[in-house]
């Protein structure tokens, strides 16, 4: 395990995951989030997200979180690893209300400066639609990864994953 992609619903850990997996491992850690907002909670050009990409996955080892589904392929020919966080979606609503009361005006360590947490509709109605609208898109674009594929869906399954990575 060099390589680790970590994907799922927005809220359901990835990034906490991320961070666990990472002081375990020793691997670098990227997240994408930091990578794609500009301060602001502004867009990274797709073309320019693309190559930073690229970039980024270029690195020798690292453990990576974050979805957008537009580079999922440059990031599944380089990774070695997927771990897919399968939680139901009254979780990763749960977390992400909870996440936004407690840290509301705050940014995250895991996000870019100059991107607070707020209130967002929006991305609540995505996290809503998320298993009808794009979970089977990712699910289908990792039916063809050929390294290792671990799906964890539970809290439970992540702490026995952890356990054994020890």
Known sequence: ?????IVGCAGVGKSTFARRLAGITGLPLVHLDQHYWQPG?????????SRKVRDLTAAPSWIMDGN??????????R????????FPRRVCLWRVLKRT??????????MT????????????????RYRRDHRPRLVEA?????????????????????????
Request: one cysteine or more; a negative charge.
């Open 101 to 110: 009361a407690l840290q509301f005006g705050k940014t995250r360590p895991d």
């Open 68 to 77: 957008y589904g537009g580079t999922l392929p440059i990031r599944l020919a």
């Open 113 to 128: 400066p100059g991107c607070p947490e707020r209130f967002d509709a929006a991305f609540l109605a995505y996290i809503w």
């Open 79 to 86: 990774a070695d690893t997927v771990i897919h966080l399968d």
């Open 1 to 5: 395990m060099d390589r680790i992609l």
């Open 142 to 166: 990792l039916s063809g990864f050929g390294g290792t594929r671990v799906d964890l869906r539970s809290a439970g399954d992540v702490a026995r994953y952890l356990e054994t990575i020890r």
């Open 41 to 49: 909670w502004r867009e990274t050009a797709p073309e320019d997200w």
